[in-house]
């Protein structure tokens, strides 16, 4: 389900205005990858629970390396293990925002 269904669905169910609810829904969004960010998990109630998982991120980082190390030697991989340099940067900027944060 796309975001503008999940918009349309909730107007119609709930007679609101559909610029409302989209903001609403926005919203929402927003504040599930801000949570995701910082290594918090979400759960939203009927629609599941979201979890940022530290141990499946480093893992799945030492897949990417390996994968980066392969492309290195001519190997071919695949096109997501081409931004291996700026998901790692990206991880080393969150461990030090939670480092920051939980001091």
């Known amino acids: 389900m796309i975001r503008d269904e999940i918009v349309d669905q909730i107007s119609e169910r709930l007679q609101i205005a559909p610029a409302v609810v989209e903001k609403v829904v926005a919203h929402q969004f927003k504040e599930v990858a801000k949570a995701l960010t910082i290594y918090q998990s979400v759960e939203v109630s009927g629609f599941g629970t979201f979890l940022f998982l530290k141990k499946k991120a480093l893992l799945t980082l030492k897949e990417m390396q390996a994968k980066a190390l392969k492309r290195e030697r001519g190997e071919s991989v ?5 931004d291996l340099p700026a998901l790692q940067q990206r991880i080393n900027q969150l461990d030090r925002q939670i480092c920051h944060s939980e001091k």
């Open 78 to 82: 695949p096109m997501w293990a081409q």
